[in-house]
């Protein structure tokens, strides 16, 4: 839909105002196009899917943030996959860090992670320790899966700044050589649930036909005039629940002659550990493995780090070849 002329406003088919649009649900997507300023982006909100995923855990304060932002960014970049199917991985590891490793995926609009991290060397660090703290020298890797092609496409950045939307604008601009800012913020007050959301805006790799590559330029100043503004968005409006998504873009950019809206799209946990797949995968196992593996009651329990869940399979419910 095009950009409505003011927050709430949905514009009739004749062109003029319609009803007004209810606040979109939590735990949703939307992507806009400026097409005079040849930029995209895609606004997210996270609350009772982190919720899902955190209940599985009892991490920490400091662990919860850190899970929260890779979800979200997860959820910025896997929703910009064009191909059902699709899954985007997050993969940040350190060499000796206090989190040994951070994963979040995002596949058909289901998101799941999970975080290893050492506990005694996390509370040494305080309430709110830094990136580097948490991880000294580190990586994130971003990894995208193609699942018509098959192809897979992926990216390594340090961890640098002070921010996993800092390592991933990085990554931008070293391997897609797209000029792009991230912005992202977590809240999770006493007794409440935890709210988090992000914001990811681009400048589109070429122009008009006839124009300059664009992405060669990260001082054009069409990029320039997007980039000001969206820096301006903060933790408080992207974690503010009551606040729709579509006001947020109009907050921003409504001064622009043009700004295209996608609908939302839901986002959900899904963690996709299924008791078939993984009595599958162990029965690829030869018996003598599968006996190792077990238990002296003859069961092997097999680990989902995501859900948390243990799932138990007897030795005597594979067949025998």
């Known amino acids: 839909m095009t950009f409505p002329s003011a927050p709430g406003d949905c514009p009739g088919t004749d062109g003029s105002k319609g009803t007004k649009l ?22 997210v909100r996270l609350g009772p899917v982190l919720d899902q995923v955190l209940a599985a855990h009892a991490y920490p304060p400091p662990i919860e943030r850190l899970l929260a932002s890779a979800l979200v ?35 058909n609009g289901e998101l799941r992670g999970y975080a290893k991290f050492d506990a005694d060397r996390l509370a040494e660090l305080g309430p709110d320790p830094t990136l580097f703290g948490l991880f000294g020298k580190g990586y994130l890797a971003i990894t995208f899966d193609q699942s018509v092609t098959g192809e897979r496409y992926q990216g390594i950045v ?3 700044g002070e921010t996993l939307a800092d390592a991933a604008e990085q990554y931008f601009f070293q391997s897609e050589q797209i000029p792009s800012i991230i912005r992202m913020g977590t809240r999770h007050d006493a007794g409440q649930g935890c709210i988090a959301g992000g914001m990811l805006i681009q400048h589109l790799p070429e122009g008009e036909v ?13 990029w320039e005039h997007v980039q000001a503004l969206g820096i301006t968005l903060g933790k408080a409006e992207l974690t503010d629940e009551t606040l729709p998504l579509t006001d947020i873009v109009w907050r921003l950019f409504h001064e622009e002659p043009e700004v295209r809206v996608t609908e939302p799209s839901p986002l959900a946990k899904g963690c996709r550990c299924d008791i ?36 138990p399979l007897a030795l005597d419910s594979f067949t025998t070849h």
Do not use: W
């Open 73 to 107: 960014l997860a959820a910025l970049l896997g929703s910009t996959l064009k191909q059902a199917g699709g899954q985007l991985t997050l993969q940040a590891q350190t060499e000796n860090g206090v989190v040994r490793l951070l994963v979040a995926d995002y596949k």
């Open 22 to 43: 209810l606040p979109p649900p939590i735990d949703h997507a939307i992507g806009f196009t400026i097409p005079s300023r040849h930029a995209r982006g895609r606004i």
């Open 276 to 311: 078939a797949h993984i009595r599958d995968v162990i029965g690829r196992f030869p018996a003598e493995e599968r006996v190792d593996m077990a238990d002296s009651d003859g069961i092997i329990g097999v680990d989902c780090a995501f859900c948390s869940r243990i799932f």
């Open 158 to 160: 340090p961890l640098d």
């Open 210 to 222: 006839g124009r300059e590559r664009l992405h060669v330029r990260h001082d054009h100043p069409e």
